[in-house]
């Protein structure tokens, strides 16, 4: 099993900056896509963005352009640089591991998550 964990959580004032990772165990990370998913009090999980195997991206409508994902497959890392964030961002991220054997299943592997707190 593939575990991740994530970190590069914290305090952050509304319109700053923030870098959050996720790493992976095992040597596989280069086979997996992986995503961000983020989930405030109250409310449900929801997807953020993904970075296909071959580096394609997708972000979700919200992100508009203040997010970036990307990878670093030597690291066997994962990363999130979050920009102009607002109070509403504030929430749990997560990262997720998609193994592409597993067709049937987007996800496959989840971390514990990082906390995100964004005051305004």
């Known amino acids: 099993q593939v575990q991740l964990v994530e970190s590069g959580g914290g305090l952050v004032q509304a319109g700053g900056s923030l870098k959050i990772s996720c790493v992976a165990s095992?040597?596989?990370?280069?086979?997996?896509?992986m995503g961000w998913f983020r989930q405030a009090p109250g409310k449900e999980r929801e997807f953020v963005a993904r970075?296909?195997?071959?580096?394609?991206?997708r972000y979700a409508d919200f992100v508009k352009g203040r997010f970036t994902i990307s990878r670093d497959n030597a690291k066997n890392t994962v990363f999130l640089q979050m920009n102009s964030l607002k109070p509403e961002d504030t929430a749990v991220y997560c990262c997720?591991?998609?193994?592409?054997?597993?067709?049937?299943?987007?996800?496959?592997?989840w971390g514990q998550g990082t906390q995100l707190t964004v005051s305004s």
């Open positions: 997720a591991a998609d193994d592409i054997m597993t067709v049937d299943v987007p996800y496959d592997y």
């Open positions: 970075i296909s195997v071959g580096g394609r991206t």
């Open positions: 095992g040597r596989t990370f280069s086979s997996y896509a």
